[in-house]
């Protein structure tokens, strides 16, 4: 698993999980996105489901789920999820400030 932080962003996609030791460098950013392919387990990406809880334990404002499939339709997906929670799209816009 790869991953790049930058200042108060986190990103990582094309994870299936997240160690402990790299989780504990997740914490305190200003948004952190994460991959989310797609419900179903796959063997090389992470789910909406893993996503979100690796989410709540590292509490950034807001969360990304990115790297999804076709077979998220957006707006019912984006409906079940907490409101810190979005997914992210093509054309996204962010300001990130300094790490905490």
Request: glycine share 8%.
């Amino acid at each position: 698993m790869f991953g790049y932080r930058f200042g108060g962003a986190a990103y990582l996609t094309d994870h299936s999980e997240i160690p402990p030791e790299s989780m504990e460098q997740l914490m305190g950013l200003d948004v952190l996105f994460l991959d989310a392919l797609r419900h179903k387990p796959h063997p090389t990406h992470s789910t909406v489901e893993r996503s979100m809880s690796y989410a709540e334990t590292a509490q950034p404002a807001p969360d990304l789920l990115t790297h999804i499939c076709h077979e998220l339709a957006h707006a019912k997906t984006e409906s079940g999820l907490p409101p810190y929670i979005r997914l992210a799209y093509d054309g996204l816009e962010i300001t990130v400030g300094e790490p905490q």
